[in-house]
């Protein structure tokens, strides 16, 4: 029974930070979708997809907060199987977006490569100047150069997040690993625990059982005796007469 709650206990703590995930897997998405944005024009647009994702397991975090909490405490095995099955499922979606991630980041060089030619590109609408210290232009000031380009750091900018969100996917999913293997133990002592309070309600039923008969044995058995035979009493018999 203490082993038994202890392992509620956990599985309590456990829930209330999977609570506390989903609100940081929410904010980190977010803060990182927009670090994307801001230089959206170079960085190839499936950048954002992976956190998009992490932005809706961010609310399944929060939704299997609920069964976490209730399914221990009131020992419910629906809930308490239907945690397991969820957290999988986000322990698979969530090493997905990892994996997707680093695909993303070995190819983000030529891909923001490409955007970056085609807007310094003069003969398309809209281009972006190719040098800050072109003469032509009406900003003229120049407080820094970059001798090595734009395209290095951008690249490098570009790779931290990804790397972001590929160490965001691979943690949540070992967390949820935890979960799984954290409620498995649960579950296996409460089954373990219902089946020796089973057997202990039969064993104080048959021992009742047993008890009762005993006392009915040990118990004096009221004696019946016959009811008395009442003899008539004897009739007188009238004198005989000579003539």
Not at 56 to 84: A, C, D, S, V
Request: aromatic letters at 14%; glycine letters at 6%; charged letters at 15%.
């Amino acid at each position: 029974m203490t082993s038994l709650k202890c392992k509620e206990i956990f599985c309590i703590i456990y829930s209330a930070l999977l609570f506390i995930s989903g609100i940081l897997l929410i904010t980190f998405s977010v803060i990182l979708s927009y670090r994307v944005f801001y230089h959206f024009n170079f960085i190839p647009s499936s950048t954002i997809g992976p956190f998009i994702v992490i932005f809706i397991l961010g609310f399944l975090h929060l939704f299997l907060t609920w069964l976490g909490i209730k399914g221990p405490t009131r020992e419910h095995n629906f809930h308490i199987i239907l945690f397991m099955i969820f957290t999988l499922i986000l322990l698979i979606s969530e090493f997905a977006v990892g994996i997707w991630t680093m695909m993303l980041w070995s190819e983000v060089s030529v891909e923001s490569y490409v955007l970056m030619s085609k807007s310094f590109n003069y003969a398309t609408k809209d281009a972006t100047p190719i040098s800050c210290t072109n003469p032509d232009l009406s900003n003229g000031t120049v407080k820094y150069i970059y001798e090595k380009g734009c395209r290095e750091p951008l690249i490098k900018y570009v790779k931290y997040i990804l790397m972001d969100g590929a160490l965001i996917g691979f943690i949540s999913g070992l967390f949820q690993a935890l979960g799984i293997f954290a409620f498995y133990t649960f579950f296996k002592t409460l089954r373990k625990e219902r089946a020796e309070r089973m057997q202990r309600m039969m064993t104080l039923q048959r021992e009742q059982s047993i008890q009762g008969q005993q006392s009915q044995q040990m118990s004096p058995q009221p004696t019946i005796t016959p009811p008395a035979v009442i003899t008539p009493p004897p009739t007188a018999t009238p004198p005989v007469t000579t003539s």
